[in-house]
């Protein structure tokens, strides 16, 4: 079946990155793009950007431009996310999910289950 | 970027209920709207897309509704599964991917 497996929890310090992963599977990982999406504690959701896994073109949110990037590895299905210069604000489940190929703006079909990104000192 | 509001913020029903939520944009979408159901420590779940397209083995109790900058979201009869929190999503061509606020929908 269609599925995205995240890698697992993670805690940081200010200061440090981190790198998440997201393995698909049960689908033409080329033939669509992943969005990265965070929800904070008791909050809503927010969408960080996509790429895509037909050319790597990517589109990340202006709030986050500078601090984070988003890859894929072809030849294992995978995609990551790395953000760096971490703050505890930056605390949140962060969520992989399929999307579409072409464009970034689109809906989101398939979810990973979602990795937890603790920022404390 | 296009904000998204959602009322009512928290919503109480009891099952068997019609409910209707709304979400509205700060310009015009088009039908670029989704709907997604959030249970507790859970992943969003995609229940409609381009407004009104029911996304596969979702049930038909769900609906959507609407274009441009008003949209409706109707659970024709609530189930006890049917208890969580839900969210609108635009996804217009031209500006980055924003979210609604969030409607909890509370066991009356």
Known sequence: ?????????????????VKVSCKASGYTFTSYGISWVRQAPGQGLEWMGWISAYNGNTNYAQKLQGRVTMTTDTSTSTAYMELRSLRSDDTAVYYCARAEWLRPPYYMDVWGKGTTVTVSS | DIQMTQSPSTLSASVGDRVTITCRASQSISS???????????????LIYQASSLESGVPSRFSGSGSGTEFTLTISSLQPDDFATYYCQQYDSYSPVTFGQGTKLEIK
């Open chain 1, 1 to 17: 079946q269609v599925q995205l497996v995240q890698s697992g929890a993670e805690v940081k310090k200010p200061g440090a990155s």
């Open chain 2, 32 to 46: 670029w709207l989704a709907w997604y159901q959030q249970k507790p420590g859970k992943a969003p779940n995609l």
